[in-house]
């Protein structure tokens, strides 16, 4: 079995990802809120999780979410180019080591997408 094919499958019918899409479904306006910020359903817990704790490491973003840390670094990437979060090394000495945090605009949308809640 393709493993790739597999992770895949499992992510797009995960019991989070049918439920938060079942939600979303029922309440247009948070998703819509999302869609607009250029975030994708399943990077929603990213932002609140970071709204909530504040800078956590990508392993420990990792951990706390569920899934790989290279799933993890597409999905900052992406949060990256929509101006919502910024990785900061965690020491200058430490390259391989970095801080996610949300950016001014994303604890903007986080506010917004918590009062719609």
Not at 37 to 53: A, M, T, W
Not at 74 to 91: F, H, N, Q, Y
Not at 96 to 106: C, E, F
Request: no cysteine.
């Amino acid at each position: 079995m393709n493993d790739d094919k597999h992770n895949k499958t499992n992510r797009e019918e995960s019991i989070s990802g049918r439920s938060a899409a079942f939600y979303f479904s029922h309440d247009p306006s948070i998703a819509q809120l999302l869609l607009r910020f250029g975030i994708k359903v399943r990077e929603f817990i990213l932002v609140s999780f970071l709204s909530d704790q504040g800078p956590l490491s990508i392993d420990q973003l990792a951990r706390i979410i569920g899934i790989e840390p290279r799933e993890l670094l597409t999905s900052i990437k992406r949060l990256a180019a929509a101006g919502l979060v910024v990785r900061e090394p965690m020491s200058p000495d430490s390259s391989s080591s970095s801080m996610v945090r949300l950016t001014g605009r994303g604890e903007d949308v986080a506010s917004r997408i918590d009062k719609q809640l």
